[in-house]
T-cell receptor, first 113, second 110 residues
């Protein structure tokens, strides 16, 4: 079955460490997204990519980095510059730019100790 | 400023007790309104897209409606398995990005 796979499901990190969250899709979707979800707040867009080797900052990109070397993969690195990284991270994809029926992965929960 | 507000924040229903969730929005030139369901610890699952005032979509016990200022998600005779957080999002016309509300946490008790 087609879908989006995020890993790891749970991740613990010490302050000052960079961590990378994996996102792989086999839906043949062109566009991929990273969102952050915090209690009491709506999903906030971190980065998005509409095509391989290209990506754009979302609303809260500071302290994060991404790459899009393959159509299927869109990893997110949470750097030590991110002031409050503890959150639930969601990866999503859609057929193309402007096509906003998103398919989401199961999420990755990052906790900074 | 484009904005999405969902109410109530939380809703507790008895099994079979019908109700509605509200999503009000302020956006110039709506390009689409989306409803998602999210179970605890999981990613959101797409339910409906609505594009124009007066449009309605149905799926099992759920019915979504749209006016020029808000959308309602009507739940008829809910069951415990309908318990989840329901998210509403609108597509911003200038950027095509989705703006999400904070969600309504629905609990249906047997």
């Amino acid at each position: 079955d087609g879908g989006i796979t995020q890993s790891p499901k749970y991740l613990f990190r010490k302050e000052g460490q960079n961590v990378t969250l994996s996102c792989e899709q086999n839906l043949n979707h062109d566009a991929m997204y990273w969102y952050r979800q915090d209690p009491g707040q709506g999903l906030r867009l971190i980065y998005y990519s509409q095509i391989v080797n290209d990506f754009q900052k979302g609303d809260i990109a500071e302290g994060y980095s991404v790459s899009r070397e393959k159509k299927e993969s869109f990893p997110l690195t949470v750097t030590s510059a991110q002031k409050n990284p503890t959150a639930f991270y969601l990866c999503a994809s859609s057929r193309g730019a402007g096509a906003n029926v998103l398919t989401f992965g199961a999420g990755s929960r990052l906790t900074v100790l | 400023e484009d904005q999405v507000t969902q109410s109530p924040e939380a809703l507790r229903l008895q099994e079979g007790e019908s109700s509605s969730l509200n999503c009000s929005y302020t956006v110039s030139g709506l390009r689409g309104l989306f409803w998602y369901r999210q179970d605890p610890g999981k990613g959101p699952e797409f339910l409906f897209t609505l594009y124009s005032a007066g449009e309605e979509k149905e799926k099992e016990r759920l019915k979504a409606t749209l006016t020029k200022k808000e959308s309602f998600l009507h739940i008829t005779a809910p069951k415990p398995e309908d318990s989840a957080t329901y998210l509403c999002a609108v597509q911003a016309p200038a950027t095509n990005k989705l703006i999400f509300g904070t969600g309504t946490l629905l609990a249906v008790q047997p």
